[in-house]
C-alpha cells in the first residue's frame, strides 16, 4: 500500500470478484469489477439457495467475469454453495473470526460489500477444503463417529438399566457387551432369575470369576426393565451392523490412500480406523504443511502462542481441527499402555505437568511422526523406552544413584570394561 496526500491507497489483487454472505434461505453476492475510467463497480444481488437458484448465481458472476469469490464458512451452508461454484471460480471459505465487520454496520448487503472489498485486496486466507475423494472419505469416516457415540451412548444405558435393577455386572466384567456379558443380558431379557445358571454362560477368563458373578447377578428385573434391555440391545445390534457397512464403505474410499494408512497403522496406540481418521482428515500431501509444527498447530495439538511485553501467557491449545484432535487424544491414551518411546514420554511428562497436558503431548508426537512417514513413505522406528536415558547418561546415572542413597545404600560404580575383539 502507499499514502498520498493523506490518503492510504490499497493495492488491488483481485480486479474481477465476489464476496458472499450466506444464510439458509438466501445469498446475498457483491461482485467487484473495475470501472473502464478507474475504481471500482460493486453490484449487489440476492439469490436463493436451491440449485437453480445456485446455478442462476454461478452464472451472474460468470457474466461479470469474476474469477474468485470468497464466503465465511457458516455451518454448513457454505457446502452447497461450493459446490456448485468450485468448477468455475477460485472459491476462498474463510473464518468468519478474521472478518468481522465495523460494529454498527451489520447487514446482509454490507456483509457482503466488506468480504468483497476484503477479497479484493487480498486480505484474506482461505481454509483448506481438501479434495472431492478427500472428503467424500472424510464424510464417512465422520459420519461412523458419529455411530460409534450414539453406541457407546446406549451402552450407557444399558448398565443405567442394569444398576436399577441391582445387576452389578460392570463390577465384574470389563465389558458389559462382550461375548460372555452378553449372553448373559440375552438370558435376563428372557426372562432368567437364577444367577446360578447365568453365570454357567461365562467364558474363558469369567469362569475364574464365578461367584463373584453370581453375586452380581442377584438382583430385581423387572418387567418393564427386562422391556428396556430388551430394546436397547436391538438398536446396538443395528447400529453394529451400520458400523460394519461403513468399514467396508470406508474400506473401499480409502483405496488411493491404502499406503498412508498402512504406514500410520504402525505407530502405537495408531489402529486402523485411527490411522484412516488421520488420513482423512489430513490428506497425503504434506506441502501445504512447511513443517510439522504447522500441522500441530492447525489439528489443534500445539501449544498456544500468547506473550505480550517479554512475558509468556497463556499457553492453552487453540482451536483446531476437532474431530482430528478427539482421535490424536484417544490414540495417545492407547499409547501409554505400551512400552515404547511414546509411554515413557507420557510418564515423564505426566510426573510434572500433570496427566491432561501429558496426554495432549504425546497427541502433538502421534501427529508428527504421521507428518514424517507419510511425507518419506516409511514405517515407524520406535525410539525405545531407554531413548531419554540414552539422551543425558550422566544424568540419569546421578538420578537413579540419589534414590538408591535416599533409601539407605551406599553406591560404588565400577564402569564396565568392553572386551576388544581378538584377531584368530
Known amino acids: 500500500m502507499s499514502a498520498r496526500e493523506g490518503e492510504v491507497v490499497m493495492e488491488v489483487v483481485y480486479s474481477r470478484c465476489a464476496g458472499l454472505d450466506v444464510h439458509k434461505k438466501t445469498v446475498v453476492a457483491c461482485a467487484i469489477t473495475p470501472k473502464p475510467s478507474g475504481g471500482c463497480h460493486k453490484e449487489i444481488q440476492t439469490f436463493g439457495t436451491m440449485t437453480s437458484d445456485l446455478l442462476q448465481l454461478s452464472d451472474w458472476l460468470t457474466a461479470r467475469e469474476c474469477t474468485h469469490v470468497a464466503m465465511e ?3 454448513e451452508y457454505w457446502r452447497p454453495i461450493f459446490n456448485i461454484l468450485e468448477a468455475n471460480f477460485e472459491v476462498l471459505l474463510v473464518n468468519a473470526h478474521h472478518i468481522k465487520n465495523v460494529p454498527g454496520r451489520k447487514t446482509d448487503t454490507k456483509d457482503a460489500q466488506w468480504i468483497g472489498e476484503l477479497l479484493m485486496h487480498g486480505l484474506l486466507r482461505a481454509s483448506f477444503i481438501p479434495p472431492i475423494e478427500q472428503r467424500d472419505l472424510r464424510d464417512l469416516i465422520r459420519h461412523r463417529t458419529n455411530f460409534i457415540r450414539e453406541r457407546a451412548t446406549l451402552v450407557n444405558r444399558v448398565q443405567k438399566v442394569l444398576e436399577g435393577a441391582n445387576i452389578k455386572l460392570a463390577a465384574v466384567v470389563s465389558d458389559v457387551m462382550g461375548v460372555s456379558a452378553r449372553m448373559i443380558l440375552d438370558a435376563i431379557v428372557k426372562g432368567e432369575t437364577n444367577p446360578q445358571l447365568m453365570a454357567e454362560l461365562a467364558s474363558k477368563r469369567l469362569k475364574d470369576k464365578r461367584e463373584p458373578l453370581i453375586q452380581a447377578l442377584d438382583g430385581k428385573v423387572r418387567p418393564h426393565q427386562r422391556f428396556i434391555l430388551a430394546e436397547l440391545l436391538c438398536n446396538i445390534d443395528a447400529i453394529d451392523e451400520t458400523i460394519e457397512r461403513f468399514n467396508q464403505q470406508i474400506k473401499e474410499y480409502c483405496s488411493p490412500f491404502e499406503q498412508a494408512v498402512e ?11 485411527t490411522a484412516e481418521l488421520i488420513v482423512g482428515e489430513i490428506g497425503t500431501d504434506m506441502s501445504r504443511f512447511p513443517t510439522a509444527e504447522h500441522l500441530a498447530a492447525w489439528a489443534g495439538v500445539a501449544p498456544g502462542n500468547c506473550e505480550s511485553a517479554g512475558k509468556r501467557l497463556s499457553s492453552k491449545i487453540r482451536k483446531g481441527n476437532n474431530n482430528l484432535r478427539v482421535g490424536l487424544v484417544q490414540a495417545a491414551h492407547a499409547a501409554t499402555r ?6 515413557v514420554q507420557y510418564r515423564r511428562i505426566a510426573a510434572r505437568r500433570g496427566k491432561k497436558r501429558a496426554i495432549i503431548a504425546v497427541a502433538h508426537s502421534i501427529l508428527k511422526i504421521a507428518y514424517y512417514l507419510i511425507l518419506r513413505q516409511e514405517t515407524y522406528q520406535d525410539l ?4 531419554f536415558d540414552k539422551q543425558k547418561p550422566e544424568a540419569t546415572k546421578k538420578r537413579l544413584v540419589k534414590r538408591l542413597q535416599k533409601l539407605g545404600y551406599e553406591v560404588l560404580l565400577t564402569e564396565l570394561q568392553t572386551a576388544s575383539p581378538t584377531l584368530a
Do not use: C, E, F, Q
Not at 505400551?338 to 509411554?343: I, M
Open 338 to 343: 505400551t512400552k515404547g518411546y511414546l509411554a
Open 263 to 273: 504406514l500410520l497403522d504402525t505407530i502405537p496406540g495408531v489402529a486402523r480406523p
Open 384 to 387: 525405545g523406552g531407554d531413548h
Open 73 to 75: 464458512s457458516t455451518g
